[in-house]
């Protein structure tokens, strides 16, 4: 049985000497079932199971028709992340993010391991688990824009990369203050609109709050404690402390999106010479303290398992067997 000729053809996926045609809403890609199938067990048993008659069989140019409940975006880079090996190349290479969501979410769904390991792979790399990590950030190999935040969160969730998710909500929490209409109305993506889900907008409002709520502890070691262990000139020092975080107390609604970020190293050069070498050193050490105090708590500040429990999934998920 033909279907309509109308239908569009992929440029990148039609291979004339294959003979199985697959099916994206309008999108058709010819490609070979032999190497898809072994490739996939789901395609495998799928192209294995006994067919109906050709009367009855979708056909399109003699070929037999798979139809697939998949977005056409989503199946190209699926497809041609397994029929060009130049296309979608292990981490560093350079990738995007519209890439690594239709190869991981179909690599995840077909069961195609060592393509899901791969954009997994890629999904994490700009999205670490500690804090030494995030403030030394690995060359990554994709750019993201505030706008795919919530497509990430949906995508992570989908595919059960939970390892990345505190590390996202903190970077929609930097952005919301300039994308606050996004949390509500959602973002385009691949034609549609991306929204996050009920529970996990919840989630999202309350531990943005509480990491708001800790910008003025990580700026605690301004003030407290008074006394520093073995300054050498505590009333100068303390009075050249206060004055700085009077000043930045001004500044903390702006910069309190971001708590990891609301100081440094060109915080710590601003500082007044008058500040004694030995307060400098101890209020170095209060600093870290807090920084790390705040990325041990920062999944549990969004329901998410702790930080060791997150590594085991990301170690479990990426390994090779």
Not at 66 to 81: H, I, Q
Not at 146 to 170: G, H, Q
Not at 232 to 257: I, M, N
Request: charged share 20%; hydrophobic share 40%.
């Amino acid at each position: 049985m033909p279907i309509d000729d109308c239908l569009k053809k992929s440029e990148s996926l039609w291979f004339s000497d294959c003979g199985l045609v697959i099916r994206a809403n309008t999108t058709l890609f010819r490609v070979s079932g032999e190497i898809l199938a072994s490739k996939s067990p789901i395609f495998r048993d799928m192209l294995h199971m006994p067919q109906p008659s050709s009367s009855q069989c979708e056909t399109f140019e003699g070929c037999p028709v798979v139809s697939l409940a998949d977005d056409p975006n989503d199946t190209e880079v699926f497809l041609r992340a397994i029929f060009d090996s130049e296309f979608f190349e292990p981490y560093p290479s350079e990738t995007d993010f519209e890439t690594i969501h239709g190869v991981l979410k179909l690599s995840n769904k077909y069961l195609v391991d060592y393509l899901r390991r791969r954009a997994l792979t890629h999904l994490s790399c700009r999205y670490p688990t500690t804090l030494e990590g995030w403030m030394d950030l690995t060359p990554t190999s994709w750019r993201i824009e505030p706008d795919l935040l919530i497509p990430v969160i949906n995508l992570a969730r989908e595919v059960s990369a939970l390892w990345i998710l505190p590390a996202v909500f903190y970077s929609l929490c930097i952005s919301t203050p300039h994308h606050f209409r996004s949390l509500a109305r959602g973002v385009s993506f691949q034609g549609g609109t991306s929204r996050l889900s009920p529970s996990d907008l919840e989630i999202f409002l309350e531990g943005s709050h509480a990491q708001r709520e800790c910008a003025s502890a990580m700026l605690q070691f301004l003030w407290y404690p008074e006394h520093l262990q073995g300054c050498t000139s505590w009333s100068r020092c303390y009075s050249a402390r206060c004055a700085e975080r009077k000043y930045r107390e001004g500044l903390q609604y702006q910069l309190g999106y971001r708590p990891i970020e609301i100081w440094g190293d060109a915080e710590w050069r601003q500082l007044p010479a008058s500040i004694c070498a030995a307060c400098l050193e101890r209020m170095r050490g209060l600093h870290q303290q807090a920084m790390e105090g705040f990325w041990d708590d920062l999944p549990a500040k969004y329901h998410l398992p702790c930080w060791d429990d997150l590594e085991q999934m990301k170690d479990a998920a990426l390994a090779h067997f």
